[in-house]
């Protein structure tokens, strides 16, 4: 377990409570709820020397049907949270996060908590790889219903690939099959087709599809089963815990201040039993949580 408090320490600058600096700390990653840990999964085993703070904000989630306001006031305090525990890096692993609030987060509110400190997020990292993927310059997102209404991975796409004709799909029921374990449920299939479907339909020289959501991966088997040959299915863990290797060898100066010790502490704003059971659908192994309030 790591220490709660991270050596944070706290002064009072023009009226508002600011970050002052402190010892190294571990890298938090922060989710609406579970998916988050398949992407902290991916993370652990390409970087295992690494702490890590994991945070679930499972009371309040989910996420995807928040308007923009909610979703940035609850991601920064979660954000600021993890500052407290000493975090000097935080990984948003949760696409609406990203979508909503990573943006505002990191233009306003970071250069008034600590403009050393950085948060970063998962849709970038994604969208990346997407050029060397796609033959026909046709992809397309399957994500929950904030993501695609917010188009940030169309915002994204564009900037990096102009070229690219970008398509999205809200699949509302994907999140609840896997966080109620009905993921390899005969129940499944009907609504993983139906989303897929739905997508295809839309443009049917599509031959790329990002999973846009944390909580995707859990359904793999079944989305492979239902999308077409020929077509890429783009996940997110590997991506993501390769562009944070990377951005710790560009940034030395943070890596510096994330401290190595292999560890990782989990968070919930929920209950710390039904967070560890479910927690062991994506992770494999017994955990053990303690709980916050954000």
Same mark, same amino acid.
């Given at each position: ?91 948003l692993a949760c696409n609406t996060a990203s979508a909503k609030a990573l943006r505002s $987060? /990191? ?5 008034? &908590?600590?403009?050393?400190? %950085?948060?970063?997020? @998962? #849709? ?32 994204e796409v564009r900037k990096l690939f102009p070229d690219i004709e970008v398509h999205g ?22 609504? $993983? /087709? ?5 997508? &295809?339909?839309?443009?049917? %020289?599509?031959?790329? @599809? #990002? ?49 190595r010790h292999g560890q990782c502490t989990y968070f919930t704003t929920e209950s710390e ?22």
């Open positions: 377990m790591l220490p709660l408090n991270g050596g944070t320490g706290f002064s009072i600058m023009n009226g508002m409570q600011q970050l002052l600096p402190s010892l190294p700390g571990p890298i938090g990653v922060f989710d609406s709820g579970y998916g988050g840990l398949t992407i902290l999964n991916e993370i652990r085993t390409r970087l295992p020397q690494y702490d890590f703070i994991y945070l679930g904000d499972n009371a309040r989630t989910p996420y995807g049907t928040r308007s923009f306001d909610i979703v940035y006031e609850f991601t920064l305090q979660a954000v600021r949270k993890l500052f407290e525990l000493g975090c000097h890096l935080v990984i $987060i /990191q233009m306003h509110d970071l250069p008034k &908590l600590d403009p050393a400190r %950085r948060v970063l997020g @998962v #849709i970038r990292p994604t969208v990346e790889c997407i050029g060397d993927l796609t033959r026909t310059r046709h992809i397309g997102i399957l994500g929950t219903s904030g993501t695609i209404r917010s188009e940030s991975y169309v915002m799909q809200a699949c509302p029921m994907w999140v609840p099959l896997v966080e109620y374990n009905e993921a390899a449920g005969e129940g499944a299939d009907y609504f $993983i /087709q139906k989303y897929i479907h739905a997508l &295809l339909e839309q443009d049917e %020289r599509i031959d790329t @599809v #990002i999973l846009g959501c944390t909580h995707y991966p859990l359904l793999l088997p079944k989305i492979k089963k239902y999308m077409p040959d020929g077509i890429s299915i783009v996940s997110q863990g590997e991506l993501v815990a390769r562009s944070l290797e990377d951005y710790l060898a560009r940034h030395p100066e943070m890596e510096a201040r994330c401290t039993e039904k967070f560890a059971e479910s927690a062991s659908t994506f992770l494999n192994q017994t955990i053990q949580v303690n709980h916050l309030d954000l």
